[in-house]
């Protein structure tokens, strides 16, 4: 039986790319050229230095092909790496350079203590966890707009789905988390004075 690639879902794509597919490829290829071109020319305001960036992230995922790893949507994945790609590419070309320098220059001037660190980590792992657990259509959505900073309407187009269901998935998928969150800030509050308690007791 021939499979409809046009049908499957990111993820199914996913795995055929991991089995050496070379049509789940071009189904990728055709689903997410455009976007990611559109994507690319607003940032670099330049069509064909977005095409190359975009040629450049279609060339990584072929090369890596059969071991393709990511804790996060295809659709995330492949405009996070366009976005990084360009960053990149502003700091090849010394756009932002003294910013780049002064922000590190801040960080290493104030970095935090190794417990405050610890926390950070502790509670990025945390919200990481949270997202994954997500509803899958909610989950694309939320990294689209948080991760890959794709508008609504550029959400909508990606997933066919309409602007008011995008802005509605946001919505609960931060209720959620905030709720997620909030709950945990308090176990660890409560478990620090429990901590206290036992120390000075």
């Known amino acids: 039986m021939t499979t409809n690639y046009q049908i499957l879902s990111d993820s199914e794509l996913v795995d055929k790319l991991n089995q050496q597919d070379n049509r789940a490829f071009e189904e990728v290829y055709n689903r997410y050229w455009l976007p990611l071109y559109n994507h690319a020319r607003r940032m670099l305001k330049d069509?064909?230095?977005?095409?190359?960036?975009?040629?450049?992230?279609?060339s990584a995922v072929l090369e890596k092909m059969g071991s393709l790893t990511f804790h996060t949507t295809l659709a995330a994945y492949l405009f996070q790496a366009t976005r990084f790609r360009i960053i990149n590419l502003f700091h090849r070309e010394q756009v932002k350079i003294k910013y780049v320098q002064s922000l590190k220059a801040y960080i290493?001037?104030?970095?935090?203590p190794a417990d405050e660190v610890y926390r950070e980590k502790e509670m990025a792992e945390l919200i990481e966890h949270e997202i994954a657990a997500l509803p899958p259509r909610m989950r694309e959505?939320?990294?689209?707009?948080?991760?890959a900073y794709l508008t609504n309407k550029e959400i909508a187009e990606i997933t066919s789905i309409s602007e008011a269901t995008?802005?509605?998935?946001?919505?609960?998928?931060?209720?959620r988390l905030r709720a997620k969150l909030t709950s945990?800030?308090?176990l660890n509050f409560m478990a620090a004075i429990l901590w206290l308690h036992r120390l000075f007791s």
């Open 141 to 147: 959505v939320f990294e689209l707009s948080r991760k």
């Open 47 to 58: 069509e064909d230095e977005a095409a190359d960036v975009v040629q450049e992230i279609f």
């Open 108 to 112: 290493n001037k104030h970095s935090a």
């Open 184 to 186: 945990a800030l308090l």
């Open 166 to 175: 995008v802005k509605k998935h946001l919505a609960v998928a931060l209720k």
